[in-house]
């Protein structure tokens, strides 16, 4: 007798689950900038209960091997992954900072595969426009970016200068309750890698269109992208919904609850 095919599993430095239970299709939340999924965790009060929530990471966070080399590479990385914990649609999508942009390519990737998406939620994420990517130093410093701040206090910034002082760094983060205070020095190098990754990759200019609808989540406080519109990409509608916030405290209580109310409503909660 032929043993059945074992379907193979989630990457599970990729995909970390933050809700198994609930029973409806699952909540793919594609990771910021940092590559950290553990922020989406605010989402969980707010998000219907019926909804499993899983976190894409980064891959470079757990080892230095595996970054991507374009964004086409990653999100075709993380549809495989997404099947492999839901083989088959519909797809719930979410992406914030650089995730929107990821969320986006995986969105049109899962329709070229005949796939239903039943929701694309782009929080505080647009389109790409030709820019140059910034220096390192400037990479750090949009890195160590507190939620609820629009810049880093002089000290901070001071800091950031390369060759980095990590000893006097990583004191300054724990002195002020940083939420990267816990991150050893190997770890906050690989996190540098992530981000400065990211931010190039987020650069790639958009050349597919969605087949369907998004939901776009803009910060009404400064800080965030410049608002450009999702819609000559999309061929659905683009509903677009103020969120009051930063685009660093997109995953903080009172923002979270309002995109948790807002994808509650898009997917007839």
Request: aromatic share 6%; glycine share 10%; hydrophobic share 40%.
């Amino acid at each position: 007798m032929t043993a059945p095919t074992q379907r193979p599993t989630a990457d599970r430095n990729v995909m970390l689950p933050l809700r198994r239970g609930g029973g409806d299709a699952p909540l793919f939340c594609v990771h910021p900038g940092s590559g950290f999924g553990l922020p989406y965790a605010g989402l969980l009060p707010y998000v219907d209960a019926r909804v499993p929530v899983h976190a894409l990471q980064a891959r470079g966070l757990v080892t230095a091997a595996g970054l991507p080399s374009s964004l086409d590479e990653m999100a075709a990385d993380y549809t495989e992954q997404i099947r492999r914990v839901r083989p088959e649609g519909p797809y719930r999508l979410l992406g914030w900072c650089v995730g929107g942009r990821l969320a986006f390519e995986i969105a049109c990737r899962l329709r070229e595969q005949g796939e239903t998406v039943g929701l694309l939620a782009l929080v505080s994420t647009s389109p790409p426009v030709e820019e140059p990517l910034p220096g390192p130093e400037d990479i750090l410093r949009a890195m160590l970016l507190p939620p609820g701040a629009d810049e880093l206090d002089a000290e901070l910034a001071r800091l950031c200068r390369l060759p980095l002082d990590h000893a006097s760094l990583h004191a300054r983060l724990v002195r002020t309750g940083h939420p990267m205070r816990r991150l050893a020095e190997p770890v906050l190098e690989a996190v540098y890698e992530v981000y400065r990754t990211n931010e190039h990759l987020y650069r790639t200019p958009v050349t597919k269109v969605f087949d369907g609808d998004a939901l776009s989540l803009e910060p009404t406080a400064p800080g965030g992208p410049a608002r450009r519109s999702w819609q000559p990409y999309v061929r659905g509608g683009v509903l677009a919904r103020g969120v009051d916030g930063r685009h660093t405290e997109m995953m903080e209580p009172g923002p979270a609850r309002a995109i948790g109310a807002a994808v509650n409503e898009a997917l007839g909660y």
